[in-house]
């Protein structure tokens, strides 16, 4: 069983940037694929980008297709999100989560651990 906690959350103005990391322990991060996710109040969570275990494909929602990056480092356990040109339709509580599947999947149903979540608040 992987843990999984997530920081670099905040406030910034549209068109800022912010790097958000995903930090594993207690299982084999390298065998994972790695999703994040977002929620805003009164919606549904949905998908934002994922990655595979060994980073050779990436996956991405077309809400944020060239303004966010994922990216991992299996040597660090960590997962980043790098997020440029924010909106303030970005603000949300982000999540990862770990899959064990070794298909890239963007459900998050499908996914089996989570973290807790970090809020990002973009102003206008």
């Known amino acids: 069983q992987v843990q999984l906690v997530e920081s670099g959350g905040g406030v910034v103005q549209a068109g800022g940037s912010l790097r958000l990391s995903c930090t594993a322990s207690g299982g084999t991060f390298s065998r994972y694929n790695i999703g994040w996710f977002r929620q805003a109040p009164g919606l549904e969570r949905e998908f934002v980008a994922a990655?595979?275990?060994?980073?050779?494909?990436?996956e991405y929602a077309d809400s944020v297709k060239g303004r966010f990056t994922i990216s991992r480092d299996n040597t660090k356990n960590m997962v980043y999100l790098q997020m440029t040109s924010l909106k303030p339709e970005d603000t949300a509580v982000y999540s990862c989560a770990a899959d064990r599947n070794f298909l890239l999947r963007t459900a998050p149903r499908l996914y089996d651990y989570w973290g807790q979540g970090t809020q990002v608040t973009v102003s206008s």
């Open positions: 990655i595979t275990y060994s980073a050779s494909r990436t």
